[in-house]
């Protein structure tokens, strides 16, 4: 069916921390609202407020019709134990919650009592209930996903619940789409499919992407959460027209707050003239008070009455000003990776290595990494890019072949499953026991500098959302020397802003990088020396 979500006057913080307020956004069938902002924004609290899953503070939600169906798309799709392929996507699609409801009226009817049968087969039937099964076998053998349904979520790769989770988008018929980070973990062939998908749907749709040409396809206008300004604006068009009036907004915003504080300058200057001057006839008229000239006496008390209006003419205008206040400035990591002394001139070698897992091998791999090398690797998901890094590293074992790394290598990596931070302890301390050199001052300064205060690094490693662990990997990168640089897709779970700073500390990185991303924009502004492609298990130097 056709559906309208309306929000109205919304509002949602974290304790005394407002993260949005007065929140307004209407969302019709055809609409893709891009959501954007940096980490901590509040985007995926706004997602879940639509959703219904968490209440808002102030403000309304509305669905039209009411009957309408909303599908809320998680960042991280939860994986839970003893949940097999087939009952996360009957859960992920809604027919798993639609089916126990009409299980329930079904039961009722039995003993005579309608309570909404009739509205919970029409909920079930809209949301493809009828034919889930046929359409979930079909969909996982189309996405590749060779694995049976009734295996356990739990027990597969990052690649195939990627597809598991692509899987449940394309089979869900919802009225109004939120997706959390859709394309985390897509390769280019399922980019390609979720914006075939978005760009096909007739219903309403919001989500949060870090992809930037992802949003540059699918968009048509632009929600920008501005926690730096407190601010929430709506831009009109793609996202490339809400980039060029983004900035266009600034910089006049800029200009209006310095025509301002200039006129305010000046006022206040003139009007401190004009009292020091009403100041200095008023000592002069003391001063020659016994004074017998009349005609004098009366001519400074003119003069000194002249300048006091003057100066309270001078304060109401100033007073008068319509006050514009000071942008802030936009946040500026000026982020650098610190490099360790050069290595040897062979940095890393795989000689007719082969890797097994299960029924996926990788190899035979002949590979030399040289020093200074830039490569970039690309592959469709479990074509086995992250085993090759892993064998590269020697973090796995060989069933054929060798693998060596040069002397004086020093490896700084942010890995897909970002599991550095992934323990029990305070991130501080966990960061301290990677850099054990640093005080704990220098270490929450740090921290603070990628935009992890003190709310941040007291909590668990683990309870941080991926984005904040992906900072602190970051910030990791820049408190230890490295000169072999491994990234498996270090875009996912970032903000816009801390890509766009990536970029540029990777552009003066001296060292040796190794980057796996299937981020086209990053691709395309990251300077590489060579290209390898990795698929099904083979490696080709481009």
């Known amino acids: 069916m056709s559906a309208t979500l309306v929000a109205k006057d919304l509002a949602a913080g974290h304790g005394d921390r407002v993260l949005f307020s007065g929140l307004d956004l209407v969302v019709a069938p055809g609409d893709v609202v891009g959501l954007v902002g940096v980490n901590g924004a509040g985007k995926s609290t706004l997602l879940r407020t639509l959703a219904g899953l968490v209440p808002p503070e102030s403000g309304v939600i509305r669905l039209s019709p009411v009957s309408a169906t909303v599908g809320h798309l998680?960042?991280?799709?939860?994986?839970r134990p003893g949940e097999t392929v087939r009952d996360f996507l009957a859960r992920r699609t809604g027919v798993a919650a639609a089916q126990a409801e009409l299980d329930r009226a079904t039961d009722l009817l039995a003993e005579g009592v309608d309570d909404g049968y009739s509205e919970a087969l029409e909920r079930w039937l809209a949301l493809g209930g009828a034919d889930l099964p046929e359409r979930a076998a079909e969909s996982a053998a189309d996405l590749g996903l060779d694995v049976s349904l009734d295996q356990p979520m739990t027990s597969l790769s990052g690649g195939q619940a990627a597809r598991a989770g692509m899987a449940s988008l394309l089979l869900s018929r919802y009225d109004v789409f939120?997706?959390?980070?859709?394309?985390?973990d897509l390769d280019?062939?399922?980019?390609?499919r979720l914006e075939a998908f978005v760009t096909g749907l007739r219903a309403g749709t919001v989500l949060v992407s870090h992809d930037r040409e992802f949003l540059a396809r699918t968009v048509t206008r632009v929600v920008e959460l501005d926690l730096a300004q407190q601010q929430v604006r709506a831009y009109g068009g793609g996202y490339e027209s809400y980039l060029e009036e983004r900035e266009i907004a600034?910089?006049?915003?800029?200009?209006d707050y310095d025509e301002y504080a200039n006129t305010r300058s000046s006022l206040e200057e003139r009007a401190r003239s004009q009292r020091a001057w009403m100041e200095k006839g008023v000592k002069n008229a003391r001063r020659k008070a016994g004074d017998n000239d009349k005609a004098g006496r009366k001519f400074r008390s003119e003069a000194t009455e002249k300048q006091a209006s003057k100066a309270r003419q001078t304060e109401r205008l100033i007073e008068r000003l319509d006050v514009v206040e000071e942008p802030r400035?936009?946040?500026d990591l000026r982020m650098e990776i610190a490099a360790a002394p050069r290595a040897g001139a062979v940095v890393?070698?795989?000689r007719a290595a082969v890797v097994t897992h299960g029924e996926f091998t990788l190899g035979p791999v002949d590979l030399q990494v040289d020093w200074a090398d830039r490569i970039a690797i690309t592959g469709a998901n479990g074509a086995g890019k992250s085993t090759l890094l892993a064998a590269l590293l020697g973090r796995v074992e060989l069933t054929s072949g060798t693998a060596s790394l040069g002397p004086g290598v020093v490896v700084g990596e942010i890995d897909q499953a970002r599991g550095l931070?992934?323990?029990?302890q305070p991130l501080v301390d966990a960061f301290q026991d990677a850099v054990p050199e640093l005080v704990p001052a220098d270490v929450r300064t740090l921290l603070a500098k990628f935009g992890l205060k003190a709310a941040h690094v007291l909590r668990t490693a683990a309870s941080l959302s991926p984005g904040e662990r992906t900072r602190a990997a970051l910030a990791l990168l820049q408190a230890k020397g490295v000169n072999l640089l491994v990234l498996d897709e270090p875009t996912n779970h970032l903000d816009l802003a801390a890509i766009e700073q990536l970029e540029a500390a990777l552009e003066t990185y001296p060292g040796t990088l190794l980057l796996v991303t299937h981020d086209r924009r990053m691709l395309d502004h990251v300077r590489t020396t060579r290209r390898l492609e990795v698929a099904a298990g083979r490696v080709a130097d481009l």
């Open 421 to 424: 931070f992934l323990g029990e």
């Open 329 to 331: 400035k936009e946040w």
């Open 74 to 79: 998680p960042q991280e799709p939860e994986r």
């Open 178 to 184: 939120l997706l959390d980070e859709p394309t985390n």
């Open 188 to 192: 280019l062939d399922g980019l390609a």
């Open 250 to 255: 600034r910089r006049h915003a800029r200009e």
């Open 348 to 350: 890393a070698v795989l």
